[in-house]
Antibody, heavy 120, light 107 residues
Framework: QVQLQESGPGLVKPSATLSLTCTVS????????WSWIRQPPGKGLEWIGY???????IYNPSLKSRVTISADTSKNQFSLELTSVTATDTAVYYC??????????????WGQGTTVTVSS | DIQMTQSPSSLSASVGDRVTITCRAS??????LVWYQQKPGKVPKLLIY???TLHSGVPSRFSGSGSGTDFTLTISSLQPEDVATYYC?????????FGQGTKVEIK
């Protein structure tokens, strides 16, 4: 049973860089699409981007200039960096895995989510 | 970018009612559509993928249909445990945009 766990600071200062890690247990990080999604308080879901096979990355154009997703296969982790954060980046951040290997079908395994607040 | 519009934004129905939620894409996305259920305070859960394929373990009262630009999620007989917000998401190409969500409550 694959499980995902997000980790990282819960409080980030404005203009700083938000850094989160998703640790994958119970399965390999290889061959799947791994996504980051966020949800501002009381609002809907926003897809941030994905990484596939540790090399292919695609980002939401609305965040592309500030986002980097990377992977560390030796640690079975993938990470999110979001630069120049503002209060509008305050959200619950989720990592998630696609249902099937090698194709994009839908996100069936999700982490529990981690709340990140941007505030001085 | 393709926009995903759900309707209604919220609905209230009685237990046992048939409930239909619509998701419309601003351009055709074939059947590259997913439905998620998010219960209050919980993580989103995959319900349906490829527009109409029921994910493993999801009750059969849930069904999805549609192709191209118009999609529906139907709950054939609403149950109290179905109180949640439902989101569609397209994945034919990036960005994998979500709809704004439909909140379902019990009358």
């Amino acid at each position: 049973q694959v499980q995902l766990q997000e980790s990282g600071p819960g409080l980030v200062k404005p203009s700083a860089t938000l850094s989160l890690t998703c640790t994958v247990s119970g399965g390999s990080i290889s061959n799947y699409y791994w996504s980051w999604i966020r949800q501002p308080p009381g609002k809907g879901l926003e897809w941030i981007g994905y990484i596939y096979n540790s090399g292919t990355t695609i980002y939401n154009p609305s965040l592309k200039s500030r986002v980097t997703i990377s992977a560390d296969t030796s640690k079975n982790q993938f990470s999110l960096e979001l630069t120049s954060v503002t209060a509008t980046d305050t959200a619950v951040y989720y990592c998630a895995r696609d249902l099937r290997q090698h194709v994009q079908v839908g996100l069936d395994v999700w982490g529990q989510g981690t709340t990140v607040t941007v505030s001085s | 970018d393709i926009q995903m519009t759900q309707s209604p934004s919220s609905l209230s129905a009685s237990v046992g009612d048939r409930v239909t939620i619509t998701c419309r894409a601003s351009q055709g996305i074939r059947n590259y559509l997913v439905w998620y259920q998010q219960k209050p305070g919980k993580v989103p859960k995959l319900l349906i993928y490829e527009a109409s394929t029921l994910h493993s373990g999801v009750p059969s009262r849930f069904s999805g249909s549609g192709s191209g630009t118009d999609f529906t999620l139907t709950i054939s007989s609403l149950q109290p445990e179905d109180v949640a917000t439902y989101y569609c998401q397209k994945y034919n190409s990036a960005p994998w945009t979500f709809g704004q969500g439909t909140k379902v409550e019990i009358k």
